[in-house]
T-cell receptor, first 113, second 117 residues
Framework: NAGVTQTPKFQVLKTGQSMTLQCAQD?????MSWYRQDPGMGLRLIHY???????DQGEVPNGYNVSRSTTEDFPLRLLSAAPSQTSVYFC????????????FGQGTRLTVV | AQKVTQAQTEISVVEKEDVTLDCVYE???????LFWYKQPPSGELVFLIR??????QNEISGRYSWNFQKSTSSFNFTITASQVVDSAVYFC??????????????FGSGTQLTVLP
């Protein structure tokens, strides 16, 4: 199984540019989430989804948009990149049955210059 | 609001020493789940354990053991006879209320463990 796949692995953006981080999972999980990891701060939840067509904000949603049109995919959009969005981004998925952990993608290292 | 505190930012030990990583959490909920994840230098997040708030039994898995104490809101992680391959950042995390699923996790800031040969 591929699990959770994130693309790209690395990206450099200029301030003001937009881009989409892709996330796909093949485990038929209902729940998907996006986190950002910054030095000394652990991982913080950006947005999450409990199923296709349903999304909600996490702790740090500003500057990011998400949508969930299929169970498999949960893209994260940066509308106008800022240096403060330089971070490592992780996508995660988990089952709704409750007795599992979150499965994480390999991460996307984003630098905004 | 939920909060997870990992007060130890960095720990360095010599191979074969035992080491304990501390995790203290705050939540108003009576039902919750706690997790530990390992992040090796390669950057991926590796699941280690999940524990629900009703199960205070300690758990042992090989060289790893976990001590959950609800009375002190702590979920500490001990590595016995540490090895160089244990060098990583370790994260403790708390789930949203009433869900064992990890759709919303509150992470601690992590502890960087370095095991020296």
């Amino acid at each position: 199984n591929a699990g959770v796949t994130q693309t790209p692995k690395f990206q450099v953006l200029k301030t003001g540019q937009s881009m989409t981080l892709q996330c796909a999972q093949d485990m038929n999980h209902e729940y998907m989430s996006w986190y950002r990891q910054d030095p000394g701060m652990g991982l913080r939840l950006i947005h999450y989804s409990v199923g296709a067509g349903i999304t909600d904000q996490g702790e740090v949603p500003n500057g990011y948009n998400v949508s969930r049109s299929t169970t498999e995919d949960f893209p994260l959009r940066l509308l106008s990149a800022a240096p403060s969005q330089t971070s490592v981004y992780f996508c995660a998925s988990s089952s709704s049955t409750g007795n599992t952990e979150a499965f994480f993608g390999q991460g996307t290292r984003l630098t905004v210059v | 609001a939920q909060k997870v505190t990992q007060a130890q930012t960095e720990i360095s030990v010599v191979e074969k020493e035992d080491v304990t990583l501390d995790c203290v959490y705050e939540t108003r909920d009576t039902t919750y789940y706690l997790f530990w994840y390992k992040q090796p230098p390669s950057g991926e997040l590796v699941f280690l354990i999940r524990r629900n708030s009703f199960d205070e039994q300690n758990e042992i898995s090989g060289r790893y053991s976990w001590n959950f104490q609800k009375s002190t809101s702590s979920f500490n992680f001990t590595i016995t006879a540490s090895q160089v391959v244990d060098s990583a950042v370790y994260f403790c995390a708390l789930s949203e209320p009433f869900s064992g699923s990890a759709r919303q996790l509150t992470f601690g800031s992590g502890t960087q463990l370095t095991v020296l040969p």
